[in-house]
């Protein structure tokens, strides 16, 4: 299938300090969105991108699309305790989104 | 305005027994589409309406499961026989028609669990 596949799976930061997560794929990706879900909430969209090279940012939040359009990461400078969730990549065909497995994040204060 | 609701927001039943979510869109959203996570996955494609008619059922996961959306607004997912499997958090998002590469807003989930 169409899968993406997500690094790390877990990630356990200090406060402050950076964090990165990859969203990879064997095939090219029309776009690439990614979602943020709190412990015991639901995915809650970020951002989506299309355009190969792209780089968007948030606040502290920095995601890119890989050149070849079958990456992509997100990175967050400067973590806080606010950032704490799992952080997923999904492919979008048409309507239909694929999601990876995601990133957990956890945040010493 | 109001986001996405599903009720009930947490379902206890036992196998065997037959249960329905329920999802409320957002207003004026014509597509819907439910997702059901299991424990430490990301969400998966079950079935996507637009409008009243099922676009695509492909990830449903076998005939004991069926969803209706009669009127185009409020779904229905309804699983029969249910199978200790069964047990995930089944979510519904919605966008406003479908269109390719559209925000999809998700609700709270119902999370179910078959004993």
């Known amino acids: 299938g169409q899968q993406v596949m997500q690094i790390p799976q877990y990630q356990h930061v200090q406060e402050g300090e950076d964090f990165t997560t990859y969203c990879n794929s064997s095939?090219?990706?029309?776009?690439i969105q990614w979602y943020k879900q709190r412990p015991g909430g639901h995915p809650v969209f970020l951002i989506q991108?299309?355009?190969?090279?792209e780089v968007k940012k948030q606040k502290r939040l920095t995601f890119q699309f890989g050149e070849a359009k079958k990456n992509s990461s997100l990175h967050i400078t400067a973590t806080q305790t606010t950032d704490v969730g799992t952080y997923f990549c999904?492919?979008?065909?048409?309507?239909?989104?694929?999601f990876g497995k995601g990133t957990l994040l956890t945040v010493n204060p | 305005g109001a986001g996405v609701s599903q009720t009930p927001s947490n379902k206890v039943t036992e196998k065997g027994k037959y249960v329905e979510l329920r999802c409320d869109p957002i207003?004026?959203?014509?597509?819907l589409y439910w997702y059901r996570q299991s424990l430490g996955q990301g969400p998966e494609f079950l079935i996507y309406f637009q409008g009243t008619g099922a676009a695509d059922d492909s990830g449903l996961p076998n005939d004991r499961f069926f969803a209706v959306r009669p009127e185009g607004s409020v779904s229905t997912l309804k699983i029969q026989r249910t199978e200790r499997g069964d047990s995930a958090v089944y979510l519904c998002?919605?966008?406003?028609?479908?269109?390719?590469?559209?925000?999809?807003?998700f609700g709270p989930g119902t999370r179910l669990l078959v004993l």
């Open positions: 207003s004026g959203h014509t597509a």
């Open positions: 095939t090219t990706l029309s776009n």
């Open positions: 991108l299309v355009k190969s090279g």
């Open positions: 999904a492919r979008g065909s048409n309507y239909k989104l694929t």
């Open positions: 998002a919605s966008s406003l028609d479908g269109g390719a590469w559209e925000t999809q807003y």
